[in-house]
């Protein structure tokens, strides 16, 4: 509207050329603040990664040999096993192509149903493509806090 | 108006429309986003838990939901979880849980917390069972006076309500009854089913257990306060407390580290001293760690390695105090509590030992009024002087104090002890000994010239008309 | 091109009913364009660059261009709140706190669109004034006068909804009065209560209903409504003044002034003027947020937006039927006003009746007003 305007008149004189230089200016400084700014508001924010170090279970309870599952709170689990060694919190999520592991008492390892990948007691992978890619089950970290075990998570919040 | 005119007016106004743009950018960034705090964390078992007690006990839920526990996960279950074996276990909803959380089940966690507890003083506050005070309380008084009085601050021992036959009365859903004359009671040396001792909600009040709580003088003083031991209003008198309630924004007490001279600086609290951190040294629960002199007993005296106890109190001082300054509040505070044991406590014991050796006094405690004379002036009076002065309450030291002392001890205790000797002659002996000791002396009279001395006073001080 | 200006050349092209042909611009992309958009750029320049009577000099006369560009303000800043407004009751409240408090800009945003209609509805009714106190609203133009109450009511309502999606305590207790009165309208009162509600009190359905209503079907409507607003009084052209200033009266050949680039300027000056203000008022007071609704307690003072407060003081001098009852009659004859006065003046040429009366009613509304914002009960 405002170049409709501009040509429509054929003004002479260097004032009135500055004159609409800065009238252009100005209004296209608007645009573009107004347009910033509008920008600015409907852009995300970024999301807080959370770490966080939340209860598990008492270390008593978790069984030896045998992972159980336990919920977290961003709807995954934990597989917690006691390995004899020491206390391991998994992943169930096999790194291949995410399916969901379990655990095969027989073999004492856990098994991924959709490509037969295996894993040891402490995630190490050892057959099916999981080994091959050299990919093992992500380990969460726990901690041991008097007769009990904490678990660090990462929360993603999207404010 | 011409049309450049108006283009002058829209150019204008185009560059004040922008400064105001730019204001409001400048607004946003100095706006400081505050995030909600992320959401509580709440277990499987827990879950279940508040379904019906969000809505029938609503405030236990809420005040759970805004602790640091629920930001951990640590929720109902985590802590009301009961083995099957447990006494005081029933099951609830489909699971085994019990009422009373002990130390034992916060030490689950808090172990180092937990044990330093256990071998404090406060874990023995129950521990009182044979003295005098409990033959008042739950003799004298009423036992249900010792069972909401005394037991309220020093601790029950837990006990489980019992039928005629002697077996656990249960509830019709088979829960065991405890004793309602022991629970609930939340007293700090509170003696638990599992033989654990104390109640950490009695500091970290449930369900929020919130630290600035804990670190704050009112949570001592609802058992450290009244006329037998008023450390509460000590504190409160003194220059200590006043610095705590003039500056209680600045302390920070919700911090998580709170080390004296690094998180706060604004003023002590009890814990400031007793237990919390400095730089030197970390938090302990242990509350004796840092205290040289016992001021309980009739004559106090030092406790076992009093001397590494006080460097460690004069560590706390030394974050406000100069080293001057230290030594000569204890070089003072010694003096006066020995004041206190060779001018009242040890003459005043050593009248009492004398009736008693000569049996002038009946061996039932408190049927004579002399007992409750010494009584008063041990137990209340003389701990009330010797406390003011350990922590800078003056007035607590003078008139709640050693005033109240000299006029117990001189118009109440030492006619009566006369009395109760019937004119004994080791009970006179005694006395004589008490009253012919300098610091008794002034008893004899004073001289007319030292008394014109003080009456000249008056009336240069006060006007003639106040000397008569 | 063609020598013989008679038949068109095959392709090119032309007036639509097979009128005269369309001169062809010269550059080879303004040919490119004139191909596939035919249109005549004459006419165009006709009808749009319309001569202006002088006395749209006066800065009176901009309370019309007012509203509309306010309304273009909310839609704008409306669209973007509607990108983090939640309407669902449990979460409306919170999401519009979020946007106050979190969202970047959010605050300027809200307070903007807040601020504004405020000027909007102000805007509409000093225009209204205008048009009446001038007699804009006679033969010819009553349609127009009915089309303009018509906006009046929209944008009224859309204060109201709009007030109400922020599901403060006002909001929600402001929403149970006005079904409760418009179940007093007689005969229809309950059924139309019921519609507005989505039930027989406020609840969810309320929301989801007020919401369509402030982003769709009023925006649409006033759309609609301002559409036929402007192309009536282009087609009417604008009332020509019968009482005219030296000042204005200029030279008797000009009697006008041209749209482009002349009016178009002093538009652009009420808007940035408009746009400033705005940003002071949202800087300066911004809006905040007040207690949360709770359906089961209603605040001990309650109070609508000063726009309703006439209703209010109204209905509490005289009673929920015959408030009701009136304020419709009133609105009634607001509406067909033009007939009204048309007949005053069939009887009596010279009468000023309309501008006595014009001025009564706005004594009462301004008195009214004022006694409900220093009433405390």
């Not at chain 2, 969000?54 to 629920?70: G, N, Y």
């Not at chain 3, 209903?209 to 607003?229: E, M, N, S």
Request: include cysteine; aromatic fraction near 10%; charge should be positive.
């Amino acid at each position: 509207m405002e170049a409709d305007a501009e040509r429509a008149v054929s003004g002479g004189g260097r004032r009135s050329f500055i004159v609409r230089v800065a009238l252009m200016v100005g209004l296209g400084s608007i645009a573009a603040s107004v347009g910033g700014i509008a920008a600015r508001y409907l852009y995300p924010l970024k999301a807080i990664r959370l770490k966080r170090r939340i209860f598990l279970a008492p270390a008593a309870d978790v069984p030896t040999g045998r992972g159980k599952a336990y919920r977290l709170p961003d709807g995954g689990t934990a597989l917690v096993t006691d390995t004899g060694t020491e206390i391991v919190a998994l992943s169930d999520v096999c790194p291949h192509l995410g399916c969901k592991v379990h655990y095969e008492g027989a073999q004492g390892r856990f098994v991924c149903p959709c490509h037969g990948g295996v894993f040891e007691k402490d995630g190490t992978a050892i057959a099916g493509p999981p080994a091959e890619e050299g990919k093992n089950l992500k380990r969460y970290a726990i901690s041991r806090v008097g007769q009990n075990l904490f678990i660090d998570i990462e929360e993603t919040i999207q404010p | 108006m011409t049309l450049d005119q108006k283009r002058m007016i829209v150019a204008a106004l185009s560059f004040l429309f922008l400064a105001s743009l730019l204001v409001v950018a400048w607004v946003e960034g100095g706006k400081e986003r505050i995030h909600p705090k992320p959401r509580p964390v709440v277990g499987a078992d827990s879950a279940k838990c508040l379904q019906c007690h969000e809505q029938k006990t609503p405030v236990i839920a809420a005040q759970w939901t805004d602790s640091r526990h629920a930001q951990l996960g640590v929720g109902c279950y985590e802590c009301h979880r009961a083995d099957e074996k447990e006494p005081d276990a029933f099951q609830h909803e489909g699971k085994w849980i019990a009422t009373i959380v002990s130390p034992a089940d916060c030490g689950a966690c808090h172990q180092d917390i937990a044990r330093e507890f256990q071998h404090s003083h406060h874990s023995q506050a129950a521990q009182f069972i044979g003295s005098l005070d409990n033959v008042l309380g739950e003799v004298i008084e009423g036992r249900l006076a010792a069972v909401n009085g005394c037991w309220q601050c020093h601790g029950s021992t837990v006990a489980f309500a019992k039928e005629k036959d002697g077996t656990v009365r249960k509830d019709k859903t088979g829960k065991p009854m405890l004793d309602p004359t022991t629970w609930p009671n939340t007293g700090i040396g509170r003696v638990n089913l599992d033989g654990s001792r104390g109640a950490c909600s009695a500091c970290h009040s449930r369900h929020a257990f919130s630290r600035a709580m804990a670190r704050q003088p009112e949570v001592c003083g609802k058992c450290h306060m009244g006329p037998d031991h008023p450390q509460i209003e000590i504190y409160e008198e003194s220059k200590h407390g006043i610095a705590f309630r003039t500056r209680l924004a600045e302390m920070n007490l919700s911090s998580e580290s709170w080390v004296l001279g690094v998180d706060y600086t604004a003023a002590p609290t009890c814990a400031t001293c007793h237990m919390s951190a400095t730089r030197n040294q970390p938090v302990t629960h242990d509350v004796g760690a840092r205290i040289s002199w016992t001021l309980r007993p009739v004559i106090s005296r030092k406790l076992d390695e009093w001397e590494k106890k006080r460097e460690a109190m004069k560590d706390v001082c030394a974050n406000c105090h100069a080293p001057d300054f230290i030594a000569a509040f204890y070089t003072s505070f010694d003096a006066t509590v020995e004041m206190w044991n060779s001018k009242f406590a040890v003459p005043a014991q050593s009248v009492m030992d004398a009736l008693r050796a000569r049996h002038l006094l009946t061996p039932t405690p408190f049927d004579e009024e002399i007992e409750w004379s010494f009584y008063r002036l041990w137990h209340h009076e003389g701990r009330r002087a010797r406390m003011g002065v350990s922590m800078q309450g003056p007035d607590y030291t003078q008139w709640h104090g050693f005033f109240e002392v000299a006029e117990r001890f001189y118009f109440d205790f030492l006619p009566k002890a006369r009395e109760a000797g019937r004119g004994d002659p080791q009970v006179t002996r005694a006395l004589k000994a008490v009253l012919d000791s300098p610091e008794h002396a002034w008893l004899k009279g004073m001289s007319p010239e030292d008394r014109a001395k003080i009456d000249a006073f008056y009336r240069e001080r006060y006007g003639a008309e106040t000397v008569k | 091109m063609n020598q013989d200006a008679t038949a068109p050349p095959a392709g090119e092209p032309v007036a639509p009913h097979g009128g005269r042909p369309l001169p062809l611009p010269k550059s080879r992309a303004g040919r490119w364009l004139q191909r596939r958009l035919p249109i005549d750029l004459d006419a165009l320049r006709y009808y749009s660059n319309e001569p202006v009577p002088n006395h749209l000099k006066h800065w009176w006369w901009c309370l019309g261009g007012t509203p509309a560009m306010l309304f273009a303000v909310q839609a704008v800043t409306g669209i973007l709140l509607s990108f983090y407004y939640v309407p669902d009751p449990s979460q409306a409240y919170e999401s519009v706190k979020r946007v106050s408090t979190i969202v970047p800009f959010g605050w300027f945003l809200r307070s903007i669109h807040r601020w504004s209609s405020n000027l909007m509805i102000a805007a509409v009714i000093l225009h209204m004034m205008r048009v009446f106190f001038t007699g804009a609203y006679r033969k010819p133009r009553e349609l127009n006068w009915m089309i303009g109450i018509g906006l009046l009511g929209a944008t009224l309502f859309f204060g109201f909804t709009g007030y109400s999606l922020v599901y403060e305590q006002l909001s929600y207790w402001g929403a149970t009065v006005a079904g409760n009165l418009t179940e007093a309208v007689p005969i229809i009162g309950p059924y139309l209560a019921r519609l507005l509600r989505g039930g027989e009190m406020v609840g969810d359905n309320t929301l989801t209903r007020f919401f369509i209503l402030h982003i769709g079907i009023l925006p649409a409507l006033i759309t609609a409504l301002l559409g036929a607003h402007v192309l009536l009084f282009r087609l009417h052209g604008v009332t020509e003044f019968e009482f005219e200033s030296p000042k204005l009266r200029g030279s008797e050949e000009k009697k006008t002034f041209p749209f482009f680039p002349d009016h178009v300027m002093t538009e652009l000056i009420v808007g940035i003027g408009l746009a400033f203000v705005l940003t002071c008022l949202a800087v300066i007071f911004p809006v905040g947020l007040a207690e949360k609704a709770n359906p089961l307690q209603t605040p001990p003072h309650i109070k609508p937006e000063w726009y309703f407060f006439w209703t209010f003081r109204w209905l509490k001098l005289t009673g929920l039927t015959f408030a009701v009852l009136s304020i419709g009659f009133f609105g009634f004859l607001a509406l067909a006003w033009p007939f009204v006065d048309a007949a005053i003046r069939r009887r009596r040429p010279a009468s000023e009746l309309s501008v006595r009366l014009g001025i009564l009613a706005v004594c009462a509304l301004v008195v009214l007003t004022v006694w409900e914002a220093f009433a405390t009960h």
